[in-house]
């Protein structure tokens, strides 16, 4: 040190346009140290008793190419395929019909006695949008119907705890919706316990916490912490939405199936269908977003992908939220705020 302090010391002196190299060096750890503290900071915004950290965020090139190789992966099953070919159907006889309605096509107006008349009963046009709706029909017949013994037996469970109070039913909905329910007292319940460890326990427990059957319990939470309990309702919301939705697709087929396209009125296609899929969409909202909430808080697990991201990431001291949105807490709110005083200060400028 004190040689080189010797050698350079005469120059920057001479030169003070000439940067110490021993200052340039403190510089950079001083840097480092700050920029490793602040990225540390910002990766234990919340910490957990075990570690745990939610997965990266990944840019969306990142996203559209995992979620091709998962697709893909997804595709090679059965169940895959057969979703797959099922979506693809709806999709494109969804689409032609869409395009029959916007009267795309004129050339399908034009009748055999040459007449060009697109609302004519017998043109082409109507005639293919009387077979798309047919096949619209059976394909919704698929989930509307195929679903119906679950739903049906979701709905006898939730009328035997809302009227016979019957509290084993409603633990036995609980074990069906354990991916976006949660019973009361759950959130009291240790987080090490899960679908494997339940039936050996020697904790005591609140039975009523816990779904039936026992191994229906939701996995042990990754983050150790454990959702508050779902209200009530939106369980009732997502039954009665779900049956519904058959019921609606049983109307929808009566007129499809029992009247032909010169007496069925022409509002209950449209109407039938309508509601059918508002109502299914109602559900899986609150499904999705009920999930979501206890994701939020219990965690997601962590694939190899994940693991070797973080890893790199925390080498290289690019810092992450710890949050299953991987974004500042806080930020969403100072954009709120940010906003409302803009907009006083405009409506005081008037």
Not at 60 to 80: A, K, L, S
Not at 138 to 147: D, E, N, S, Y
Not at 280 to 306: F, P, Q, W, Y
Request: proline share 6%; hydrophobic share 40%.
């Amino acid at each position: 040190m004190t040689g080189n302090s010797g050698v350079t010391g005469p120059s920057t002196a001479a030169n003070p346009d000439v940067e110490d190299p021993n200052k340039r060096q403190a510089q950079e750890i001083v840097g480092g140290t700050v920029a490793g503290g602040v990225a540390s900071g910002i990766e234990r915004a919340h910490e957990y008793s075990n570690g745990y950290h939610f997965p990266p965020k990944y840019s969306w090139r990142e996203i559209i190419v995992h979620g091709c190789i998962d697709f893909w992966n997804f595709y090679n099953t059965g169940f895959g395929f057969f979703l797959t070919i099922y979506a693809l159907n709806v999709v494109a006889w969804g689409g032609m019909l869409f395009l029959l309605l916007c009267g795309a096509g004129p050339a399908m107006c034009r009748q055999s006695n040459g007449n060009t008349d697109c609302n004519a009963i017998d043109s082409p046009r109507r005639i293919w949008i009387e077979i798309d709706s047919q096949i619209l029909n059976g394909l919704f017949c698929v989930t509307g119907f195929g679903l119906a013994p679950w739903r049906i037996r979701d709905l006898v469970l939730l009328l035997k705890w809302r009227v016979g109070k019957n509290m084993n039913a409603l633990r036995e909905l609980a074990g069906v919706h354990r991916n976006w329910f949660r019973l009361a007292g759950a959130e009291n319940l240790p987080s090490h316990l899960g679908p494997k460890n339940i039936e050996e326990t020697t904790i005591q427990y609140l039975p009523e916490s816990v779904p039936l059957p026992l191994e229906a319990i939701p996995e042990a939470p990754p983050t150790g912490e454990r959702a508050p309990p779902t209200k009530l309702w939106k369980l009732d919301f997502v039954v009665w939405n779900s049956i519904a939705n058959t019921i609606l697709q049983i109307c929808l087929s009566t007129f499809m199936w029992a009247l032909n396209r010169y007496d069925r009125p022409s509002w209950s296609t449209g109407l039938f269908v309508c509601l059918a899929c508002i109502v299914a969409i109602l559900a899986g909202v609150v499904m999705g977003v009920e999930g979501k909430n206890v994701k939020k808080i219990e965690g997601v697990s962590l694939t190899k992908r994940d693991r070797e991201r973080l890893a790199r990431d925390q080498e290289l001291g690019i810092p992450h939220w710890n949050n299953i949105n991987d974004k500042d807490p806080n930020e969403k709110k100072a954009k709120n705020d940010k906003k409302k005083n803009a907009s006083l200060h405009t409506e005081k400028s008037r």
